[in-house]
């Protein structure tokens, strides 16, 4: 009798400073993306069906994860029983341990499920430094985890006034950067949340240098190609006072990707995806499919 193909949703973190984005990239590229890894890990596993990670959001080179996730299917030789969420767990980590890869959560979910379209909302964190004269200042456990800013002021209140404009629902084609799915693609977005708070770091109690943190959030069921880091980019041009913050309204206005002002998209490397919510009930699979 064969077994019964059983899925998973798994939720994962990265640092992306190696890998092509998290993205499966072909066999012949030199430089692999974190699904490439994920892949083989589940291979070791040596399940009887074919690989695939489903994975739910993409982020791209640079971009850092502590909260991702994918679903995959996973089929074992009849004699051997489903793999237990926590035996996954700890058998791919296994499996990914010369990586900068971890599996954090594991579930089994229905057969149906989809770890893309069903989810319900993502939230990115881009990571600010301010007072820092040159990136190789910076202490080595920030290195190419934030954007280091020669300023050492930004005009807090107008950036928050500005990323005010941002939350709703808007034509944010402007904030997209081209891409072969661009035409596709619903330039409508609804953005839950965009707030500028103070950040933390380890090195602000330790290193003698003074650096301020930074952390703009924001929050939406989806988003377009870059559109965080091009937001990210135009509330920092205002909070250092090159923007005025009418010019958020004037780019929602302008509807089209080219208005977007040149050498404004923010570096890879601040941010990060901080989670990918789901429904309860989407994380429970039936008692049928369990046995």
Same mark, same amino acid.
């Given at each position: 009798?064969?077994?019964?193909?059983?899925?998973?949703?798994?939720?994962?973190?990265?640092?992306?400073?190696?890998?092509?984005?998290?993205?499966?990239?072909?066999?012949?590229?030199?430089?692999?993306?974190?699904?490439?890894?994920?892949?083989?890990?589940?291979?070791?596993?040596?399940?009887?069906?074919?690989?695939?990670?489903?994975?739910?959001?993409?982020?791209?080179?640079?971009?850092?994860?502590?909260?991702?996730?994918?679903?995959?299917?996973?089929?074992?030789?009849?004699?051997?029983?489903?793999?237990?969420?926590?035996?996954?767990?700890?058998?791919?980590?296994?499996?990914?341990?010369?990586?900068?890869?971890?599996?954090?959560?594991?579930?089994?979910?229905?057969?149906? +499920?989809?770890?893309?379209? &069903?989810?319900?909302?993502? /939230?990115?964190?881009? #990571?600010?430094? *301010?007072?820092? =004269?040159?990136?190789?200042?910076?202490?080595?456990?920030?290195?190419?985890?934030?954007?280091?800013?020669?300023?050492?002021?930004?005009?807090?209140?107008?950036?928050?006034?500005?990323?005010?404009?941002?939350?709703?629902?808007?034509?944010?084609?402007?904030?997209?950067?081209?891409?072969?799915?661009?035409?596709?693609?619903?330039?409508?977005?609804?953005?839950?949340?965009?707030?500028?708070?103070?950040?933390?770091?380890?090195?602000?109690?330790? +290193?003698?240098?003074?650096? &301020?943190?930074?952390?703009? /959030?924001?929050?939406? #069921?989806?988003? *377009?190609?870059? =559109?965080?880091?091009?937001?990210?980019?135009?509330?920092?041009?205002?909070?250092?006072?090159?923007?005025?913050?009418?010019?958020?309204?004037?780019?929602?206005?302008?509807?089209?990707?080219?208005?977007?002002?040149?050498?404004?998209?923010?570096?890879?490397?601040?941010?990060?995806?901080?989670?990918?919510?789901?429904?309860?009930?989407?994380?429970?699979?039936?008692?049928?499919?369990?046995?």
């Amino acid at each position: 009798m064969q077994q019964t193909v059983a899925r998973y949703l798994i939720f994962f973190q990265y640092t992306g400073s190696k890998y092509s984005g998290v993205m499966k990239a072909p066999a012949h590229q030199a430089v692999q993306g974190v699904g490439n890894h994920l892949e083989n890990a589940v291979r070791k596993l040596k399940p009887v069906n074919e690989v695939c990670v489903s994975i739910s959001s993409r982020t791209d080179t640079g971009v850092h994860a502590l909260c991702n996730s994918a679903h995959v299917d996973i089929q074992r030789r009849a004699d051997k029983p489903p793999l237990s969420e926590q035996s996954l767990l700890e058998a791919l980590n296994f499996q990914l341990k010369e990586e900068p890869i971890r599996i954090t959560r594991a579930y089994r979910v229905h057969s149906d +499920f989809h770890a893309r379209y &069903q989810a319900q909302s993502r /939230t990115y964190v881009y #990571r600010l430094a *301010l007072g820092c =004269q040159h990136h190789t200042l910076m202490p080595l456990t920030e290195k190419d985890l934030c954007w280091a800013l020669r300023d050492t002021r930004l005009n807090i209140d107008a950036m928050r006034e500005a990323s005010a404009l941002l939350l709703g629902t808007h034509d944010f084609s402007t904030f997209r950067a081209l891409s072969s799915d661009a035409p596709f693609k619903c330039p409508v977005k609804t953005l839950d949340l965009a707030q500028l708070e103070p950040g933390e770091s380890f090195s602000q109690r330790h +290193f003698q240098r003074d650096i &301020q943190f930074w952390e703009l /959030t924001f929050k939406s #069921r989806s988003f *377009l190609y870059r =559109q965080v880091r091009r937001m990210t980019g135009v509330l920092v041009a205002i909070g250092q006072g090159r923007l005025s913050v009418s010019k958020i309204q004037d780019l929602l206005e302008a509807r089209d990707s080219l208005a977007f002002p040149n050498n404004l998209t923010a570096p890879a490397h601040g941010l990060f995806l901080t989670n990918v919510q789901y429904r309860d009930t989407d994380l429970v699979a039936s008692m049928s499919e369990e046995q």
